[in-house]
């Protein structure tokens, strides 16, 4: 890397960290709270849009008379979820989440299920974040139509260098956004309840339409309507993403490590809880309507049908309401509602890099996302989310509505597959444990545990019956793909392992009958005598100089000029009647493979060092082409001898600062 290079680097990602320093990056529960539930309460911001959408097709009012149904049985499954996943960070405080539950207590096969879905997950969790809060930004600020998917990926690109520069100091710069979005939701619901007591609350401004039904929807059936209300709580389930967050990222706290993590899901819980409620609370009162974008139309004013309505967001149309008369509480609540929508996908850059790293130790992915970088985070894992959550975005242009029906399906997986193998757990240590206040706590946790993993089973279904058409296909399809790739990774890396153990009867340790040292020649200049001289130094059984004979005049030049300076070494000449260089070298390499096969062949290549990087186009190509040929073939070693130019005189300094993943994973 140049010395501007490294400049921008150190401006992007600050200073590199020692290994010992990874205490520092240790987080306490007031920063830990921002960072890993940042996801969790940020949908608050969308999942009430997604239930009175699903709803609104039905027209009417039966978005008012069956969103507090809906709310309701979300709040159960947040409730369930949370204490489910108390018992997981006590259980499992190593940071593999619900990975690690389902391989421990399933089997690998299980584990690798979860870990496909929580990998695409966090994905989606970037993308549809991102996209959500350019989508608010947007209609506050116009200018931003028609650019929103440049303006997400500039977004992943900023939180991507956050993240790059460490958790802890990530952290500290995302949670003065996050504290301030809770405290304009709950100003909000403060000053609208304030408003209900006293008579004065306004109406929202969608509250003077009416809504009729979409065409599919002018006759409900009993079924029609359960499918309608289970599709609405599918929806409204978007609530829950993030909570698994905390039981992947509990080595990232402060000790006690599980207690802390506890504690802030809990905190989490009970936070989302109460901005929802307050939000469905607030909506219903106002009379907030809210139209299928993909579906425009059937907003009547009058019994008229209104064109070209573009309606706010359902907190956008909340502040309008409660906040009616101070235009600053309107626009702070818009400005904290885009940030966190932004910063909520801060969870998945500190979940799925830390994931990914589990994963890469146990060989289920490349070794390179295992490594820390300069700033001890995973920096490998960071931009392949970024990369991919980039893609996305840019394929479905940053609209929301479409990326949400890919989304929640592999939080669901991983909520089911991990309480299935919490409630194993608790059976293992039943059947040893004989304490009986031990065992009483055991059978209560066990309890908790399987309500958890029946609800979000019944939700996994729910989901996948009502968006697998919508775009849910997409996800399902992403996870089985991940599932088998990850599973060649592993075989392969069993593979190489196997072929590379020791032998117990101690063959690997003989030493070759003798060594064969070939210094390929093409000049006779300082490389070619230096080349010569090392290869004297290892004091070979054969050592012979070899040429290939593409031009006789050249090569004729060649033998004269050595046998002039009387050089100790046979120079043997080899044919190559089409000008080529590589093949004729690799044969007469097998050759001499073939009459001695208990022999080393070690070949010397001299190679220029350059400093420039068009100055390495010009040079060692065909050095190149031969090592990467040379390395296929058994029994030979290549070595490659160095003459440095002047070019490259003092650019061994630029490369003295650790490489990305220089640092291994640490606890």
Known sequence: MSVTGRAVKRLVVGRAMRSDRLGETLLPKKLALPIFASDALSSVAYAPDEIFLTLGTAGGTFAFTHSWMIT????????????????????YPSGGGDYEVATTNLGPKAGLTVASALLVDYTLTVAVSVSSGVQNAASAMPFLHGHEALVAVLLVVGLTAMNLRGVRESGSFF???????????????????????????????????????????????????????????????????????????VPAFKKPKSKNAA?????????????????????????VHIQDPEHPGNLLLHGVPVKGYNEDTVIGQLSHAVFHGFPLGI??????????????????????????????????????????????????GILILAAVAILLIVVYDAEPTRLIQLY????????????????RHWNRLLRAEQNPAERKRMRRSRVINAIGAVMAGIVLVVVLLTKFT?????????????????????????????????????DDQL????????????????????????????????????????????????????E???????????????????????????????????????????????????????????ALRLKSRLLFTPGVLVASVPWQLRSSQGHELRYDAPAAGSVRRGQ
Not at 76 to 81: K, P, S, T
Not at 584 to 592: L, T
């Open 72 to 91: 309701a049985c979300v709040i159960f499954v947040m409730a369930v979820v949370v204490m489910s996943y108390r018992q997981n960070v006590h259980a």
């Open 175 to 249: 949670a003065i956004p996050v504290y301030l979005f809770m405290l304009g939701i709950f100003a909000l619901a403060i000053v609208g309840v304030i408003r209900k007591l006293a008579g004065d609350l306004p109406l929202a401004e969608s509250a003077k339409y009416t809504l009729a039904p979409q065409p599919h929807m002018d006759s409900l059936s009993q079924i029609a309507v359960m499918f309608l209300l289970l599709r609405a709580f599918s929806s409204g389930c978007a609530a829950l993403t993030g909570v698994e967050a905390i039981s992947n990222g």
């Open 263 to 287: 504690s802030t899901l809990l905190l989490m819980g009970s936070i989302s809880v109460a901005m929802l409620v307050s939000i469905i609370t607030l909506a219903n009162w106002t009379g």
């Open 331 to 380: 626009l702070f609540v818009a400005i904290v509602t885009g940030v966190i929508l932004v910063l909520a996908a801060n969870t998945a850059f500190n979940g799925f890099p830390v994931l990914a790293s589990i994963l890469a130790r146990d060989g289920w992915l490349p070794r390179q996302l295992h490594t820390r970088g300069d700033r001890l985070a995973y920096s490998n």
């Open 408 to 423: 929640i399906v592999g939080v669901f997986v991983s909520f089911t597959t991990s309480q299935t193998g919490m409630i």
């Open 470 to 506: 919508h775009g849910a296909g997409y996800a399902v399809a992403a996870m089985v793909v991940l599932f088998f790739v990850m599973g060649q990774i592993r075989r392969h890396y069993t593979r190489v392992r196997e072929e590379l153990a020791l032998e117990d009867d101690g």
């Open 511 to 562: 030493l070759p009958s003798r060594v064969h040292a070939v210094v390929l020649v093409s000049k006779l200049h300082k490389p070619t005598m230096r080349a010569l001289a090392y290869a004297r130094a290892t004091r070979p059984s054969v050592l012979e100089a070899i040429t290939v004979d593409v031009d006789p005049e050249e090569t004729a030049a060649l033998q004269a000029d050595w």
């Open 564 to 622: 002039r300076r009387q050089i100790p070494i046979t120079l043997k000449t080899v044919a190559s009647p089409y000008r080529e260089i590589t093949r004729p070298v690799v044969q007469y390499v097998k050759s001499v493979r073939r009459d001695s096969p208990r022999d080393v062949v070690m070949i010397y290549i001299p190679e220029y060092v350059v400093g420039k990087w068009w100055e390495q186009l010009l040079h060692n190509q065909s």
